[in-house]
């Protein structure tokens, strides 16, 4: 089974500050995707990666950028947090074909007081 | 735009079928999906439909497609306690071929 990992299942930030959320997943999946879930809107997505070292903008990059040096690991930064910025966050991956069957990682429930 | 909408909640009853309904606007959608979220836990796909099918079945789900009218549903029969969750209408949009996300309806089981 494919396993997407997310390395922190809650965290609590201060306002200003740099975040890191990391994501790997073990499948040798071309692309990885990161959303953010907030109770009425669903998912909406921030960035996506379809290869290494490379990132396109989802709907809501504001505030967002994305890093993946490497196929397995595709890492969230907040450069400088903000309350509005407090979500819980889902990285997906898929295979890279024209069906794009997402498979999600546990989460991370991110707080910026 | 790009849109997928859903209603917010359902209760159904214990041993009664559940329908999830969906509408969606991009009617060159190729493949329209259903993923179920458990509490605590992220997505996972319970279901997908590819555009010039009009319905699948698997066990107790079945999903109907009515490409006319843009709309997606999801039955569950025999509903059980372990079906609470929020569930999820995705499609995706060929145009970007990137995946849009619903609402998500949260379905509750009364016994």
């Known amino acids: 089974d494919v396993k997407v990992t997310q390395s922190s299942r809650y965290l609590v930030k201060r306002t200003g500050e740099k975040v890191f959320l990391e994501c790997v997943q073990d499948m040798d999946h071309e692309n990885m995707f990161w959303y953010r879930q907030d109770p009425g809107l669903g998912l909406r997505l921030i960035y996506f990666s379809y290869d290494v070292k490379m990132k396109e903008k989802g709907d809501i990059p504001e505030g967002y950028s994305v890093s993946r040096e490497k196929k397995e690991r595709f890492s969230l930064i907040l450069e400088s947090a903000s309350t509005n910025q407090t979500s819980m966050y889902l990285c997906?991956?898929?295979?890279?074909?024209?069906?794009?069957?997402?498979?999600f990682g546990s989460g991370t429930q991110l707080s910026v007081l | 735009g790009e849109d997928v909408e859903q209603s917010l909640f359902l209760s159904v009853r214990e041993g009664d079928s559940s329908v999830i309904n969906c509408t969606y606007t991009d009617s060159s959608s190729t493949y329209l999906y259903w993923y179920k979220q458990e509490p605590g836990a992220g997505l996972q796909l319970l279901t997908y439909?590819?555009?010039?099918?009009d319905m699948k079945q698997d066990q107790r789900l079945t999903v109907l497609l009515n490409k006319k009218d843009k709309h997606l549903s999801l039955r569950i029969a025999d509903t059980q306690t372990g079906d609470s969750a929020i569930y999820f209408c995705a499609e995706m949009y060929s145009s970007a071929s990137k995946i849009i996300f619903g609402s998500g309806t949260r379905l509750s089981i009364r016994p």
């Open positions: 439909i590819f555009s010039n099918m």
């Open positions: 997906a991956s898929s295979l890279g074909m024209s069906n794009e069957k997402l498979f």
